[in-house]
């Protein structure tokens, strides 16, 4: 056991064996909800809070599953509609929440850096749940126990992320954590949807499908959101779904037994064919929502036990 | 008639190639005669002397670009503590900018301004009017009436007038008064929303970003127009490699252009952003580390004509926000010189060059009888030790707000005095 965190802020500062503690202790939850095992309320008296300050109704949702099967009282907060448009900036709002003393807080927010900024804040152990274009970890958690579920090993694999790269905080904390674990990366999609300077990342950066999902283990397609669709960064959904969008041609390019995997959610003929999404021999989609309730139970529960082990250390009047 | 002699100093004359150990006298406010070498003995008696003990004495830093938040935002900066951070950091005279609320554009706004200045500031005050009234880049503003009433320069300040027949119209008018305009150069699109350079840097953290090249096609457009109304021109800040180039051609070309930067451009690099750090957010974001270089190199040759601080100051509240919606811009008056010293011990450039980038050639471009160390030029002088090693505590700042990105900075160069009009006014 190795991750000892405060909050779950990123990828970027974790090490292999963080990764791989957190995505051991989801494996175990993972199998306990195929077998029908009721969890352990690990969380039980714990408060945790949802701040989705940007709508999300599946990560929302799997947050509080999560915290719910482990026995913590779960309250979400539509932030959009409350203290923000009254002018409360988001560190009062932080202030205030932390006042009630919760012990978990989740948060989503538009803006690059709002919740690291927010963490520095409050006392509680705070999970990002998407900053702006910059991290969304635990869909990168969840997506790196998905493909180790089915390759059998998170090292080595010819990974392709297709789509909208620049927007995208699912690709930075992906390329982050894949990059990290060994794998080879490929980016893959029009240039205009890719973020400057990428490939100094050592990652590889192709403009065409074909070439990009040359002997892929594993393709991940990415949303292209409705408002990037009309002109500005590509002409039209129609050629963006030739070029980009991922049907059985396409897939040809890869390995035989190439997995594909979505965040969703989809637009089903814009960035990927509907009958490849369905298909139980190479999408894994319906796994990922799966493993992300699994990842985010492991997440929760180790920085609830960091944060007991901390405040007992403060307690006994040792360390910071 | 007050008289004082400076004794036992290093003397940074800007247009000298190297220091000059000697002695220097001030009477009624002017310099009255520069003397290199050790003093005869006898030489002045009864003058009232102070020992320089060896420490530099260079004409007074001319600030160009300061924005003093009166009128409008006196909360984050008035002329009283302005002018009390400018002394403390050798700046004896600031240049305004014209972006406040409301806008510096009418001659009783700059009256305002001046008065205000004249009543509580330690340093002098030369202020700069907005070129266009609001600000918007829609019409011109009373140029003529606006330099009679005293200002040295135009500007929109970070905005840059995208109607190009407005501007150019606005060039012209100000061509016929010999008044100098100070553009910003961004290409206004392209830079749109963007927060930080283009990079790998900017990629990472998730942050919206403008390419560099923006500021190259700003330029270019502004040379263009320049040389096709004849206006006397200065670029505020020029702070990339691929806008050097140009600058250069229209310099030999000789058009009536100069160039400045700031010292934040010249010291720091997009990297020092780290984790979201909204101190180190500025107008235009900071470069990549070769853009740094080549602006360092451009200061050395002399192609980058000014150094200036690009005193921005903005309140706590206004920096605690997520990056992208924080407002822009630091306090740098009293952390002008300290900072460019780096690139002096850094060995990038001479004491001497670089009092010509901080004093004389903005004074010189904007018409100021300061930033000289010569018999008849004003007694505007900073005496400072430039080793004496500290480390930068932003609560020890005069500004009213302390928004420095060296907060905790290991700097070095303490001023030891400011003399502005021959009155110590700082030490």
């Not at chain 2, 061509?175 to 150069?185: D, F, I, M, N, T």
């Not at chain 2, 009293?334 to 060995?347: C, F, I, K, Q, Y």
């Amino acid at each position: 056991m190795t991750f000892r965190a405060r909050h779950l802020l990123g990828i970027e500062p974790l090490g292999q064996d963080e990764i791989v503690a957190l995505l051991d202790r989801a494996e175990i939850h993972a199998n306990e909800m195929r077998d029908g095992v009721t969890p352990e309320r690990r969380l039980a008296g714990l408060t945790q809070i949802n701040m989705f300050f940007e709508a999300s109704t599946r990560t929302q949702a799997s947050f509080e599953l999560a915290g719910k099967r482990l026995g913590a009282d779960v309250m979400n907060m539509a932030m959009g509609s409350s203290s923000l448009k009254k002018g409360e900036t988001l560190i009062d709002t932080a202030l205030t929440l932390n006042a009630m003393r919760p012990d978990l807080i989740v948060v989503r927010h538009p803006h690059s850096g709002a919740v690291d900024l927010l963490a520095q804040k409050v006392n509680c152990a705070v999970l990002n749940a998407g900053d702006g274009r910059h991290e969304h970890p635990t869909q990168a958690l969840l997506d790196a126990l998905t493909i180790r579920r089915a390759k059998g090993r998170l090292h080595r694999l010819s990974i392709a992320i297709c789509g909208d790269i620049a927007h995208s905080r699912v690709a930075r904390s992906n390329l982050l954590l894949l990059g990290k674990m060994e794998n080879r990366l490929r980016l893959v999609g029009p240039p205009t949807l890719m973020p400057p300077g990428i490939s100094e990342l050592g990652v590889e950066v192709f403009e065409s499908m074909e070439e990009g999902l040359k002997g892929a283990d594993v393709v991940m397609m990415l949303r292209l959101q409705k408002e990037r669709m009309d002109g500005g960064y590509i002409p039209s959904e129609r050629e963006y779904y030739h070029r980009y969008g991922l049907d059985a041609e396409k897939l040809a390019y890869a390995k035989d037994d190439a997995i594909v995997m979505h965040p969703g959610p989809m637009n089903r003929g814009v960035e990927i064919d509907g009958t490849i999404a369905d298909d139980i021999n190479r999408s894994v989609i319906q796994t990922q929502v799966e493993m992300g309730v699994a990842v985010r139970m492991a997440a929760m529960e180790l920085l609830a036990e960091n944060l007991k082990q901390a405040n007992a250390r403060g307690a006994e009047g040792i360390g910071a | 008639m007050t008289e004082l002699l400076f004794t036992n100093a290093r003397l940074i004359d800007p247009e000298a190639e190297a220091p000059q150990p000697g002695a220097l006298l001030i009477r009624g406010g002017e310099i009255a005669e520069v003397i290199a070498g050790p003093l005869e003995d006898g030489a002045f008696p009864g003058t009232e002397r102070l020992d320089c003990g060896g420490a530099c004495l260079a004409p007074g830093i001319v600030d160009l670009g300061v924005k003093v938040s009166e009128p409008g935002e006196r909360h984050k900066e008035s002329f009283r503590s302005a002018g009390r951070a400018a002394v403390a950091g050798g700046v004896t005279t600031m240049v305004t900018r014209p972006d406040t609320s409301p806008t510096i554009d009418t001659p009783e706004v700059l009256e305002f301004v001046s008065r205000r200045a004249r009543e509580d500031s330690l340093a002098r005050v030369r202020p700069m009017a907005a070129l266009t009234k609001g600000r918007e880049g829609r019409e011109m503003t009373e140029i003529g009436f606006l330099m009679d009433a005293g200002a040295v320069a135009f500007t929109d300040g970070f905005r840059v007038v995208e109607n190009t027949r407005v501007y150019a119209r606005a060039l012209t008018y100000a061509r016929a008064l010999g008044a100098l305009v100070v553009g910003h150069v961004q290409e206004p699109g392209l830079s749109a929303a963007g927060v930080a350079t283009a990079g790998k840097f900017a990629s990472l953290r998730g942050l919206p970003h403008v390419s560099p090249m923006a500021e190259r096609m700003g330029l270019d457009r502004d040379i263009a127009l320049i040389e096709m109304t004849g206006a006397s021109y200065h670029a505020g800040q020029v702070t990339t490699a691929r806008a050097l180039p140009p600058l250069e051609r229209a310099k030999a070309n000789g058009f009536d252009i100069t160039a400045g930067i700031s010292v934040h451009h010249l010291t720091l690099n997009e990297f020092d952003v780290a984790d979201y750090r909204t101190f180190f957010k500025l107008t235009p974001p900071l470069r990549s580390e070769d853009d740094r270089m080549a602006a360092v190199e451009a200061v050395a040759s002399g192609l980058i004509d000014v150094i200036s601080s690009f005193h921005t100051p903005q309140d706590e509240e206004s920096k605690r926000l997520p990056f992208e919606v924080a407002a822009s811009g630091a306090v740098g008056l009293e952390t002008l010189l300290p900072a460019s010293l780096r690139l002096v011990h850094g060995g990038h450039l001479s004491l001497n060059r670089l009092f010509r980038a901080l004093s004389r050639n903005p004074a010189r471009r904007l018409g100021l009888p300061g930033g000289r160390l010569q018999a008849g030029a004003p007694a505007d002088l900073v005496l400072f030790d430039e080793h004496a090693p500290f480390v930068l505590d932003r609560e020890t700042l005069h500004s009213k707000s302390r928004n420095t990105p060296f907060d905790g900075a290991r700097l070095q160069g303490k001023v030891r005095g400011t003399w502005v009009a021959g009155e110590r006014v700082f030490g």
